[in-house]
């Protein structure tokens, strides 16, 4: 990282402490300030799968069997809270934020039963995997998303080791965010483990 990046760091550090209610926002404000500058931009809401599924071919038997709706389907498909893409090479990383309660101090096991950590699995599908290969330009040794768990979650004994265990050799595309208040290690992490890849 340059003197100019480094420089910026300030920015959010002064700035992000008040918007850390709103998780997703929260990321982006981080790094669309350490990005100022810089050939590396944060996306909300990339759309550029929002039609993946709409003309997915499926087998004449099962289109046969199902539903066909009278008006034709026009979007269908995901859209990740975030890509951070390199202007230069235009290779993007594709970044999941999931907020979730755990079980910690305090609190009863049950605590710990939300899902959406599941959910973001959905990335690691064949099918999905291809599609987001394709589109992010990295290479496939590694893998084309980042997520960033916040919340109880990333102290839940559980959670932490399903999660830990979902991305085996994939440590660099997992984050468990623990202190939202200090966006260091969150960007240190990225700086560290993942920017190379965009190059």
């Given at each position: 990282?340059?003197t100019d990046?480094l420089?910026k760091r300030?920015i959010w550090?002064?700035?992000?402490?008040?918007?850390?209610?709103n998780?997703e926002y929260y990321?982006?404000?981080?790094f669309?300030k350490?990005f100022?500058?810089t050939?590396?931009i944060?996306?909300?809401k990339?759309?550029?799968?929002?039609?993946?599924?709409?003309?997915?071919?499926?087998?004449?038997?099962n289109?046969?069997e199902?539903?066909?709706?009278?008006?034709?389907?026009?979007?269908?498909?995901i859209?990740?809270?975030?890509?951070?893409e390199?202007?230069?090479t235009?290779?993007?990383?594709?970044?999941?934020?999931?907020?979730?309660?755990?079980?910690?101090?305090?609190?009863?096991?049950?605590?710990?039963?939300?899902n959406?950590?599941e959910r973001s699995?959905?990335?690691f599908?064949?099918g999905l995997?291809?599609?987001?290969?394709?589109?992010?330009?990295i290479?496939e040794?590694a893998?084309?998303?980042?997520t960033?768990?916040?919340?109880d979650?990333?102290r839940?004994?559980c959670?932490?080791?399903e999660?830990?265990?979902?991305?085996?050799?994939?440590t660099?595309?997992?984050?468990?965010?623990?202190?939202?208040?200090d966006?260091s290690?969150?960007?240190?992490?990225?700086d560290?483990k993942?920017?190379?890849?965009?190059?």
């Amino acid at each position: 990282m340059g003197t100019d990046e480094l420089r910026k760091r300030g920015i959010w550090q002064d700035t992000g402490v008040a918007k850390a209610a709103n998780a997703e926002y929260y990321f982006f404000d981080v790094f669309e300030k350490v990005f100022e500058g810089t050939n590396f931009i944060v996306r909300p809401k990339p759309q550029e799968f929002s039609t993946i599924y709409v003309n997915f071919p499926i087998s004449e038997r099962n289109l046969s069997e199902i539903y066909s709706p009278p008006a034709p389907i026009l979007k269908h498909g995901i859209a990740p809270d975030y890509a951070i893409e390199y202007k230069v090479t235009r290779k993007t990383l594709y970044v999941e934020v999931k907020r979730q309660d755990g079980w910690v101090e305090g609190k009863p096991r049950s605590a710990g039963r939300g899902n959406a950590h599941e959910r973001s699995c959905k990335y690691f599908t064949p099918g999905l995997l291809k599609i987001l290969r394709r589109e992010s330009g990295i290479h496939e040794s590694a893998l084309p998303f980042w997520t960033v768990f916040q919340g109880d979650i990333t102290r839940d004994p559980c959670r932490v080791r399903e999660i830990s265990c979902w991305y085996d050799k994939y440590t660099d595309h997992y984050f468990f965010w623990r202190d939202t208040k200090d966006p260091s290690q969150l960007v240190e992490h990225f700086d560290q483990k993942l920017k190379h890849l965009l190059y």
